[in-house]
């Protein structure tokens, strides 16, 4: 593939690195001086010096081609926001990714339909959810083109669909389990598996149904 990758601080020349080591074309956008000497010295022509912001640059780091992905991972979410932009609505470049650094600004990346988005801090907030039980729901993985997202839940000590075959659980409308993982071991369910305290249960919903699932699986 030929990758162009907008920010060359530890995120993006790592990502160069490993990419260009996997076989691949990249090439690498930096504007602060002092970091495009330091990976001019290592990746020569693949560095380009500029604002990524700006089409001339982009056009001479060899956007019109054009790449196969857009990785914009810079340390502006709003500068991340309009290289995706550019890329896709100006260059037909068909995959963007973006780094997202304050998970609050996640929600105008959706409004613009940014939907391949990368955010340390929510990654990290999954690892925590899945270590502390007390969360209950863990988010595993959202699918933002498609409007859902994957969780895993536990089913309640005294949850009121203990012993109920799926069938009979008020699930909210639209959400499908996925699989029920009992004693170490999933399965993939059928109407007639009966759930018990303890089973993880992987389930597929649309965001906002998180409360009516934890009030079908957990709550007495």
């Not at 990758?5 to 160069?16: C, T």
């Not at 609050?104 to 270590?131: K, P």
């Not at 639209?174 to 999933?186: L, P, Q, Y």
């Amino acid at each position: 593939m030929y990758l162009l990758i907008a920010g060359g601080g530890k995120v993006g020349s790592n990502l160069a690195r490993t990419l260009i080591r996997s076989g691949h074309e990249v090439t690498l956008i930096e504007q602060r001086p002092p970091t495009f000497e330091k990976l001019e010295a290592e990746f020569e022509h693949q560095v380009h010096k500029g604002d990524a912001t700006e089409l001339f640059v982009l056009e001479r780091a060899g956007i019109k081609r054009p790449p196969d992905v857009v990785v914009a991972v810079t340390g502006d979410d709003e500068d991340n926001l309009v290289i995706c932009q550019l890329a896709r609505d100006l260059y037909g470049v068909e995959a963007v990714i973006a780094r997202v650094n304050d998970p609050r600004n996640q929600q105008y990346f959706d409004l613009l339909g940014i939907s391949s988005t990368v955010s340390a801090t929510a990654s990290i907030m999954g690892l925590i959810e899945h270590e502390v039980p007390e969360h209950g729901l863990i988010h595993l993985l959202e699918l933002r083109k498609e409007n859902l997202e994957i969780v895993e839940i536990t089913v309640g000590e005294k949850a009121a669909c203990h012993g109920k075959p799926l069938h009979q659980v008020q699930f909210p409308v639209g959400a499908r389990v996925i699989s029920v993982v009992r004693d170490g071991k999933a399965e993939t369910p059928d109407d007639a598996m009966q759930l018990v305290a303890g089973d993880s249960v992987l389930a597929i919903l649309e965001p906002g149904q998180e409360d009516e699932l934890r009030r079908a699986l957990v709550r007495e």
